[in-house]
């Protein structure tokens, strides 16, 4: 029927994105949330989040944040796209007029500039509590990989795996704790010689399950932070997830060499 359009669709590729930069947090400034609840001894995780469209997918000429010149595809990207708790996400549903694109697009930008934040305070904090947590999620299911790539640096590894300059700083953090990440698996390694072996090899797998589903360059790398946190909006969990990517990406034992 005229006017009406195709039910909302979202390409991996976008929703990596939007959760991973968000944080799996509410992006209203006032909010801020974590938008996961952690799976209990009764129930499996629960998400609470919800994505908005900052111009309306509604064709409705009579939205203020209606915009015919964009399509289906651009209106469901993650540019187009910002994430909120269900009462926020309600709220700007409800009053378009009182919440403008430009406010809304103010939001996101802003709120992907404090997560980043946050993780530059906690990342030089983690510890071995933290690695050893990060560590055992991405353990479960692994199996020996194969033999390890020769290193690439880290630019000439960046273009060759289309990541931009928003993952680079993400990589730079994570990098500045190379050597804590190292040391941890070092010590481990004494006691269980085959945990640096079993450590890459969850990040192989899980790597090649996103490849296949067609996941590539920042939302590939937002996905393998998110498997690295466990989905966890914990920004300790976070951080040291961010760690022990950076470290298996400096040594080309995750992403393509």
Not at 174 to 181: A, D, H, I, Q, T
Not at 207 to 213: A, C, D, I, P, R
């Given at each position: 029927?005229?006017g009406?359009?195709?039910?909302?669709?979202?390409?991996?590729?976008?929703?990596?994105l939007?959760?991973?930069?968000?944080?799996?947090?509410?992006?209203?400034?006032?909010c801020?949330?974590?938008?996961?609840?952690?799976?209990?001894?009764?129930?499996?995780?629960?998400?609470?989040?919800?994505?908005?469209?900052?111009?309306?997918?509604?064709?409705?000429?009579?939205?203020?944040?209606?915009?015919?010149?964009?399509?289906?595809?651009?209106?469901?990207?993650?540019?187009?796209?910002?994430?909120?708790?269900?009462?926020?996400?309600?709220?700007?549903?409800?009053?378009?007029?009182?919440?403008?694109?430009?406010?809304?697009?103010?939001?996101?930008?802003?709120?992907?500039?404090?997560?980043?934040?946050?993780?530059?305070?906690?990342?030089?904090?983690?510890?071995?509590?933290?690695?050893?947590?990060?560590?055992?999620?991405?353990?479960?299911?692994?199996?020996r990989?194969?033999?390890?790539?020769?290193?690439?640096?880290?630019?000439?590894?960046?273009?060759?795996?289309?990541?931009?300059?928003?993952?680079?700083?993400?990589?730079?953090l994570?990098?500045?704790?190379?050597?804590?990440?190292e040391?941890?698996?070092?010590?481990?390694?004494?006691?269980?010689?085959?945990?640096?072996?079993?450590?890459?090899?969850?990040?192989?797998?899980?790597?090649?399950?996103?490849?296949?589903?067609?996941?590539?360059?920042?939302?590939?790398?937002?996905?393998?932070?998110?498997?690295?946190?466990?989905?966890?909006?914990?920004?300790?969990?976070?951080?040291?997830?961010?760690?022990?990517?950076?470290?298996?990406?400096?040594?080309?034992?995750?992403?393509?060499?």
């Open positions: 029927m005229p009406i359009r195709p039910s909302r669709s979202y390409h991996d590729r976008d929703l990596k939007l959760w991973g930069l968000a944080a799996a947090r509410c992006s209203h400034p006032n801020r949330k974590p938008l996961i609840k952690e799976a209990t001894e009764h129930d499996p995780h629960a998400v609470l989040g919800k994505i908005a469209h900052i111009n309306d997918f509604s064709p409705s000429t009579d939205s203020p944040r209606a915009d015919s010149s964009l399509t289906i595809t651009e209106l469901n990207a993650y540019e187009n796209l910002i994430l909120l708790c269900g009462d926020h996400h309600d709220e700007i549903d409800k009053q378009k007029r009182t919440f403008p694109r430009e406010t809304l697009l103010k939001w996101k930008r802003e709120h992907e500039t404090w997560v980043f934040s946050r993780l530059q305070q906690v990342v030089p904090t983690i510890g071995f509590a933290e690695l050893e947590v990060v560590c055992q999620g991405i353990l479960a299911g692994t199996q990989p194969s033999e390890l790539a020769t290193p690439t640096p880290p630019a000439e590894k960046m273009l060759k795996n289309k990541l931009t300059e928003k993952v680079r700083l993400r990589l730079t994570g990098l500045s704790v190379f050597s804590e990440v040391h941890f698996v070092q010590s481990v390694a004494r006691l269980s010689p085959h945990f640096p072996e079993q450590l890459k090899a969850g990040f192989v797998r899980r790597y090649n399950e996103l490849v296949q589903q067609g996941i590539e360059g920042d939302a590939l790398f937002e996905a393998l932070h998110d498997f690295a946190s466990s989905g966890s909006s914990n920004f300790e969990r976070q951080a040291a997830g961010l760690g022990v990517l950076c470290y298996l990406f400096q040594k080309c034992e995750v992403f393509e060499p």
